[in-house]
């Protein structure tokens, strides 16, 4: 099983269109982050949970919505994109906040 | 506030050594990690330092200067699959630990 899985790894959408991304970790750890990954940029923090309670928003757009119903999984819920928010999206991972953190493949996002 | 600095691009020849450097300003340092990133590919860890000194681990080794604000990832024995980009990642405190990630630097590995 390996350790932080996404679904789906790639994403084509219109700008009406609402869709969800998924993390998935197996490893036990407490903190599960997304970021947001443009080409020639740095990563992104978008939103951190740390045992099941958000503890960080990045002044993320509301279009951007998170959701961790429980420590293995993460969502993030998508409406109303705009083209400049086309990227990859990172899940990552780590024991507590202070620790290296382990990503998942991303999800690479197009919004047309 | 906070900067995180490194090169964009390096490119080395197979088989030399590569240095990294990274600097950077922030409070409430707590940490510094670096990863590798492929293209296409999701970053892995491969170093975390916080105390001052070199942490060698293999082909590869981290050095960090607390009082420098500096850190460099350095690869010996280099191969064509170390060409990647490599991320220097900060690790701060502020009644809340917090990791900011640098731009990364691109390296190409040629033969």
């Known amino acids: 099983e390996t350790g932080v899985t996404q679904t789906p790894r790639h994403l084509v959408m219109g700008m009406t269109n609402k869709k969800s991304l998924k993390c998935e970790q197996h490893l036990g750890h407490n903190a599960m982050y997304w970021y947001k990954q443009s080409a020639k940029k740095p990563l992104e923090l978008m939103f951190v949970?740390?045992?099941?309670?958000?503890?960080e928003n990045n002044s993320v757009p509301s279009r951007f919505s998170p959701e961790c119903p429980n420590s293995s999984h993460l969502f993030l819920h998508l409406h109303t994109l705009q083209p400049e928010d086309s990227a990859l999206y990172l899940c990552a991972s780590s024991q507590d906040r202070e620790h290296e953190q382990f990503f998942g493949p991303g999800t690479r996002l197009t919004v047309l | 506030g906070q900067n995180i600095d490194q090169p964009t691009e390096m490119t080395a020849t197979e088989g030399a050594i590569v240095q990294i450097n990274c600097t950077y300003q922030?409070?409430?340092?707590?940490?510094l990690f670096w990863y590798q990133q492929h293209a296409g590919e999701a970053p892995t860890f491969l170093s975390y330092n916080v105390l001052d000194g070199l942490e060698e681990k293999g082909r590869f080794s981290s050095f960090l200067s607390r009082s420098k604000g500096y850190s460099y990832l350095l690869l010996k024995e280099l191969q064509m699959k170390d060409s990647a980009s490599y991320l220097c990642?900060?690790?701060?405190?502020?009644?809340?630990?917090?990791?900011?990630f640098g731009a990364g630097t691109r390296l190409f590995v040629k033969a």
């Open positions: 990642a900060v690790l701060r405190n502020t009644g809340g630990f917090k990791t900011i």
């Open positions: 922030t409070s409430g340092f707590n940490g």
């Open positions: 949970y740390s045992l099941e309670e958000r503890v």
